[in-house]
């Protein structure tokens, strides 16, 4: 079960990486065939299978014999491996036991979680390549995000009125990261962070909730502080270099959403801060 989960999530960050590339050339993103963005002949059939085509041409293109960027292959892996451990938490495992037959919310929780890995993926990969948060990305999975939480805060018994209720806390936590980040920008005159953090971060806070954000935001500098560090050791960039914020803050969200039962721990035992 979890390698289908494995393979569908390579066929998908398939299609994730063509739109990668043709929401920056403003490309149609459903009906145009691919194509090698060096020669724009189109891509057989036979050369477009995941992962496997990229190490049997050697990362070149049939065609003109350019180099295929590796970031489609690596799309493709982080998409299959994220899609792999959604449904290794959700279903327990490598096979389904009885006892982990999924219930009708649990299948809605699941594909919301295939579905926000899937845009996370985008988002983090745009932002790496190009400098930009995707509006046509975050803007409907905001959207999509606080629709959900208010169909969890339906089912449950919570009232309106606590952070505990899923709408509420999303809501709340939103509004936390994003005038964080605003603050980070009128501090800076916009020198540290640009204006699409403000929109990831409005969108962290309705995947996680509050207190949660508070992690995130905690892993994404930490490590963005240590990857800096080390890029600039290396020389790869130096202390003037712009770096992209959103890989860190997605990694942070990612993490938060894997591991939220271990955060979970740690926080009651030695913060005082459970959520």
Not at 20 to 48: G, M, Q
Not at 74 to 89: M, R
Not at 187 to 201: A, E, H, Q, T, Y
Not at 255 to 271: D, G
Request: proline content about 4%.
């Amino acid at each position: 079960m979890i390698a289908i989960f494995f393979i569908v999530g390579l066929i998908v960050g398939s299609f994730l990486g063509a739109v990668n590339y043709r929401l920056k050339t403003a490309e149609d993103i459903v009906f145009k065939r691919s194509h090698c963005p060096h020669c724009k002949k189109k891509i057989r059939w036979y050369d477009n299978v995941p992962l496997l085509s990229f190490v049997v041409l050697w990362g070149k293109c049939r065609a003109c014999e350019k180099n295929i960027s590796w970031k489609y292959p690596a799309v493709e892996l982080l998409t299959g491996l994220l899609y792999a451990a959604v449904a290794w938490k959700f279903l327990g495992g490598w096979g389904v036991s009885p006892e982990k037959m999924l219930t009708g919310p649990d299948v809605a929780e699941m594909s919301f979680w295939l579905f926000t890995v899937s845009y996370l993926v985008l988002i983090f990969f745009h932002d790496l390549s190009f400098m930009l948060i995707p509006d046509a990305a975050v803007y409907p999975a905001i959207i999509i995000t606080l629709l959900f939480q208010y169909w969890k805060y339906l089912q449950g018994p919570l009232g309106i009125a606590t952070l505990k209720n899923p709408f509420v806390g999303a809501f709340f936590a939103a509004l936390v990261a994003s005038c964080f980040f605003f603050l980070l920008i009128w501090m800076s005159r916009g020198k540290w962070i640009g204006g699409g953090d403000v929109k990831l971060g409005f969108l962290a806070g309705t995947i996680v909730g509050w207190p949660k954000i508070l992690f995130v935001l905690f892993f994404a500098y930490m490590i963005g502080a240590v990857a800096s560090l080390i890029l600039i050791g290396l020389k790869k960039k130096t202390w003037k270099s712009q770096i992209p914020f959103g890989p860190f803050l997605v990694t942070g969200i990612l993490i938060v959403m894997f591991f939220s039962e271990q955060l979970q721990f740690w926080a009651n035992r030695f913060l005082n801060i459970g959520y």
